[in-house]
Nanobody, 115 residues
């Protein structure tokens, strides 16, 4: 299983970013996918997850309808679109999947929001 995140970068407060996670080595349509984030000195927290059914999504309480998770079954990708970003969103963002009881992680993509 390989997960590769992309799309991070520097954005001004109030701006938007779209992160992408490309998955390979697994039957993509079978597994739920999750985005987490971890800021320096902070614990990792769930940002958003999407079930294999596509329509079943979960978001962290801090998201407040500003983020959208989407999975593209043809491309085997999971995208996280983030709107109205605030400085608190500065963190490493990681894609994860649980397969046969084991969690797989990507290398992460860094998001920095400047105020």
């Amino acid at each position: 299983v390989q997960l590769v995140e992309s799309g991070g970068g520097l954005v001004q407060s109030g701006g938007s970013l779209r992160l992408s996670c490309a998955a390979s080595g697994l039957s993509f349509c079978v597994y739920g996918m999750t985005w987490y984030r971890q800021a320096p000195g902070q614990e990792r927290e769930l940002v958003a997850s999407i079930a294999h059914t596509v329509y079943d999504t979960t978001y962290g309480a801090f998201v407040k309808d500003r983020f959208t998770i989407f999975r593209d079954r043809e491309k085997n990708t999971v995208e996280l679109t983030m709107y109205n970003l605030e400085a608190e969103a500065t963190a490493g963002y990681y894609c994860s999947v649980r397969r046969y009881g084991r969690d797989y992680w990507g290398q992460g993509t860094r998001v920095t929001v400047s105020s």
